[in-house]
């Protein structure tokens, strides 16, 4: 499996099985130092409380990510990237610590289902996963192990704050009017990376800098997907989306991003943005009117009368069904009444109307239906049997507007990776964190 097959692997799984932050970053494909009876050598690295990490968990992380992102693989990459690797595998620990002080585990149906998922959502057959790691000498119970630590973390947010989390009325409504307020202006769809300074863990300042600067001009020459390196290496809670920060108005992006978002073409990327905490990476990767309609998606309900002719019909029959045509349009009220009358002449009707999608219809019934309103019927057009009429029963007008069980979602959503990121901060505070070498 090549770096591109392996990146979109990676990438897609959010979605698909609920996992929070990079999914499958646990496992490495290198030649491992043995010892004379063929174990590998390793040694403690870390100690995170009660547990350990080793130099070869620490090699394997450090091989996947290279792996995934089409970073080069080189000694001096390795050696750049190991600071962040470690921090990650020590967040991993204290999920897994956490959940087991509060009695939380995964069963193994809850695993077997996530791997069994994954599978089904990039086309591989059963057992593809963890053929995937043998094939590029990973230990598939180290990549189970990765998967079982984010999905457990998933699991403990469930069951200790979901049911704290409120969403009324009042806050859904702020979220329209907002959207709302912003019709006619421009919107800009954002994806982030978020590179995170951790002095304690030895990542510094100038550490996410340097990274910075090499994801960037990988992601610039197409080396490497941003989606992908979002997906690895990011620290915020949109990693597990590969970055998307969804659609923005101006007043809604931060404001030590809006200048750069407003100065960026499309598809860019944009330098380095740093804070106090870390640094960002932008792409902007769509720019659109807020709340336009998009016509192309409007769904219309159509039904189609036919009033046949032979087809040697003299100019007099002609007349005199059009003049049936338009008699007929006079008197039909409704789109029932339609369906009556065009079964009663002989053109049988479904009992709702035919739904189409109005990018869908031919340029020049397109036209047509698009001077009519809902109930409307068309002048009587000319067709190779004879006449037909139509009739717009339903017109459903498409906007960007999201629905209110969207908002409610993004809501939730929005305060569940607070939360996380809340615990996860307390947690590495409280922590005995011993760095062995």
């Known amino acids: ?52 990490i080793t130099s070869f968990d620490i090699q394997q992380r450090v091989s996947m990510l290279l792996l995934t992102t089409g970073l080069q693989d080189t000694a001096d990459e390795r050696e750049r990237l190991t600071p962040r690797v470690t921090q990650a595998l020590i967040d991993e620990r204290l999920k897994l610590q956490e959940a087991r002080r509060l009695g939380i585990s995964l069963t193994q149906e809850e ?63 702020e979220v329209m009017s907002r959207i709302e307020a912003g019709e006619g202006q421009t919107e800009y769809h954002l994806a982030e990376i978020v590179l995170l300074a951790d002095e304690r ?32 290496f990011s620290d915020s809670a949109t990693a597990a989306t590969g970055g998307d920060l969804g659609w923005k108005l101006a007043g809604e992006i931060s404001p030590s991003l809006v200048s750069t978002v407003l100065s ?62 338009n008699e007929i349009r006079t008197t039909i009220t409704s789109c029932d009444d339609f369906r009556r009358q065009a079964a009663a002449l002989g053109t049988p009707q479904p009992d ?49 507007l999201p629905s209110r069980a969207e908002i409610r979602t993004s809501l939730v959503r929005e305060r569940i990776e607070t939360v996380s990121s809340r615990r996860l901060r307390d947690l590495r505070r409280a922590a005995f964190i011993e760095f062995r070498e």
Do not use: Y
Not at 201 to 221: T, Y
């Open 264 to 325: 960026m073409s499309l598809g860019s990327i944009s330098p380095p943005i740093e804070d106090e905490q870390g640094i960002r990476i932008i792409a902007l990767v769509g720019r659109r009117i807020a709340n336009a309609v998009d016509s192309n998606d409007t769904q219309v309900g159509l039904r189609v009368m036919f009033l046949r002719l032979p087809e040697t019909a003299t100019q007099a029959q002609v007349q005199a069904k059009l003049q049936e045509a």
């Open 201 to 232: 863990g030895g990542v510094s300042m100038a550490d996410i800098r340097a990274l910075a600067e090499r994801l960037i001009a990988q992601m610039r020459s197409r080396e490497a997907d941003f989606q992908s390196i979002a997906s690895q």
């Open 111 to 173: 695993l077997d289902n996530a791997i069994s998922g994954l599978e089904r959502q990039n086309g591989l057959a059963a057992g593809g996963v963890p053929e995937f790691a043998r094939q590029n000498n990973i230990a598939p119970e180290a990549l189970f192990g990765q998967i079982r630590a984010d999905l457990t973390w998933q699991k403990l947010l469930a069951q200790t704050e979901r049911g704290d989390i409120r969403i009324d009325a009042d806050q859904i409504d």
């Open 1 to 52: 499996m090549n770096s591109a097959i392996a990146a979109s692997l990676f990438r897609r799984r959010a979605f698909h099985i609920f996992v929070s932050g990079a999914l499958l970053l646990a496992t490495a494909a290198i030649a491992h130092p043995r010892t004379a009876d063929g174990q590998v050598r390793q040694s403690i690295v870390v100690i995170v409380n009660e547990d350990a």
């Open 352 to 400: 709702q109307p035919n739904q189409f999608k109005f990018g869908d219809i031919n340029p020049q019934m397109r036209a047509i239906i698009a001077g009519l309103a809902e109930g409307g019927i068309s002048e009587p057009l000319p067709t190779n049997i004879g006449l037909q009429l139509v009739m717009v029963c339903e017109r459903e007008i498409v906007t960007n």
